[in-house]
């Protein structure tokens, strides 16, 4: 949708309470520190959330005279949307700092431009995917809380029921809801360290003052509990006929390839048992030869994340500690020489991953690798503190026109935002 005249900016005051500007007042999007029309909407998604920004004002641009400055009155303060998954980010709010005191970091979340549109209410977003498990009707929270009981009876001294558990009921994850349901990609979290010290970590935030929206576990759970676990998650989803999926490296976890010699052990025990299963691992990819070890031991599906295939960028993102780009390259390249499942998370950011040297990069990388499928999704930080700890970059050509440039450059690349399981071992 293209008309970007007609939006009018939406607001809040410091009680949350929101209004659509008038006035001759013209809504924007911000790119990097670049504001812009909206150009790109969709109607505001069911599930998602609106939320104010506390100490940022927003900004707009006044039609008589096109400049862009803070709306005066009570309502001044930007107001975001976070979007349900399946969906992707275009623009961020536009919103500035305080002049006259620190803000506090805001917490970690996908912060996306809305507009009011007539009444209704528009964010600057796109459709990215759609695959029932993840984005259609799941069991209520009632159901999910019984399956946690079943499971702590059965098994009351597992470090890794404890730590579902608590993604499950208090984070509501969908990974580790399933772990207890028994069916879908089944969250098996696996290590309490990590090897990198990214902006946008959500289970340690060690120099933001942002809390970490799913805190790391804090002891590494044994093979065999994560064997346990791993099994009766598939005998399940064996048992009703659905795919069997587990998966390392989960939102409350550090980096599972640090655990290499007991997920070796594992994914042997849970690919032996269960010959059809996905073992999948979401990675960092910073051990290509422990990610080659975890596959001739019986993982076959892994997702890498990346922020950016730049060194300098990549440096200032994950501040990592004893590896490069170059490694992060080898894992893929690893999983391409093993035959496993391919997939790449792209932690995109406005104004960074579509500024046209970056855009560039990324095409030539996904060309060059033999990636199955590249997720979109859209990375989870107070965006004002994540540019001032990334270098400067030319503006951006807008994450809508990434996709489509990856679309039609990489044209055999699969684009969504949810990993699918292993078609069954006969028919692979
Ligand atoms: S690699 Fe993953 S676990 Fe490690 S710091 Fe980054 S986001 Fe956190």
């Known amino acids: ?25 013209e809504a924007l999007g911000q790119s990097g520190l670049t504001q812009g029309p909206i150009i790109d909407w969709i109607p505001l998604p069911k599930r998602s959330t609106l939320m104010h920004l506390p100490d940022r004002p927003g900004l707009a641009r006044r039609r008589s005279t096109g400049q862009v400055g803070p709306v005066p009155g009570a309502h001044s303060l930007a ?43 528009v964010v600057a977003a796109r459709l990215s995917d759609d695959f029932a498990p993840w984005t ?33 009921l ?31 970590c959500i289970s340690l935030q060690t120099d933001s003052g942002a809390p970490a929206s799913q805190p790391r576990m804090g002891r590494a759970p044994s093979a065999e509990d994560l064997v346990a676990v791993g099994a009766q998650h598939l005998e399940r989803a064996e048992r009703a006929g659905l795919p069997g999926m587990v998966s390392f490296g989960q939102g409350c976890e550090g980096e599972p390839l640090l655990r290499e010699r007991q997920l070796m052990r594992v994914a042997s025990e849970l690919s032996g048992s269960f010959p059809s299963a996905t073992i999948h691992v979401n990675t960092n990819g910073s051990r ?11 993982v076959n599906s892994c997702r890498i994340s990346v922020f950016s295939f730049d060194q300098r960028l990549f440096e200032a993102y994950y501040r990592p500690r004893g590896y490069s780009i170059d490694d992060v390259l080898g894992s893929c390249r690893v999983a391409a020489e093993t035959g496993a499942q391919l997939t790449i998370n792209l932690l995109t950011f406005p104004g960074v991953s579509d500024s046209p040297g970056e855009a560039a990069r990324t095409v030539r990388r996904l060309l060059e690798l033999e990636v199955g499928q590249l997720q ?35 044209p055999r690349l699969a684009l969504g935002n949810f990993t699918r399981p292993l078609a069954p071992a006969g028919a692979r």
Do not use: K
Not at 82 to 104: F, K, N, T, W
């Open 1 to 25: 949708m293209s008309r970007p005249g007609c939006l009018r900016p939406l607001l809040s005051d410091n009680s949350g309470e929101m209004v659509a500007v008038t006035g001759g007042w």
């Open 79 to 121: 107001v975001a949307a976070v979007l349900p998954v399946g969906y992707l980010r275009l623009q961020l709010p536009v919103h500035q700092r305080r002049q006259d005191r620190p803000s506090p970091t805001l917490p970690l979340y996908g912060y996306t431009a809305v507009a009011d549109r007539d009444g209704e209410i």
């Open 136 to 168: 259609g009707p799941r069991p209520g929270r009632a159901v999910v809380a019984a399956e946690v009981t079943r499971l702590q009876r059965r098994m009351p001294r597992s470090r890794v029921v404890a730590q579902l558990s608590i993604c499950a």
């Open 170 to 200: 208090e984070h509501n994850c969908l990974t580790a809801q399933n772990t207890f349901l028994g069916g879908g990609e089944g969250a098996l979290p696996t290590s309490a360290a990590c090897n990198a010290d990214c902006l946008g």
């Open 288 to 298: 290509p030869e422990a990610l080659r070890r975890l596959m001739r031991a019986g």
């Open 376 to 410: 979109l999704r859209s990375l989870n930080v107070d965006p004002l503190w994540l540019l001032d700890r990334v270098p400067e970059l030319p503006p951006g050509i807008g994450i809508g026109r990434l996709v489509d440039l990856i679309r039609s450059s990489v």
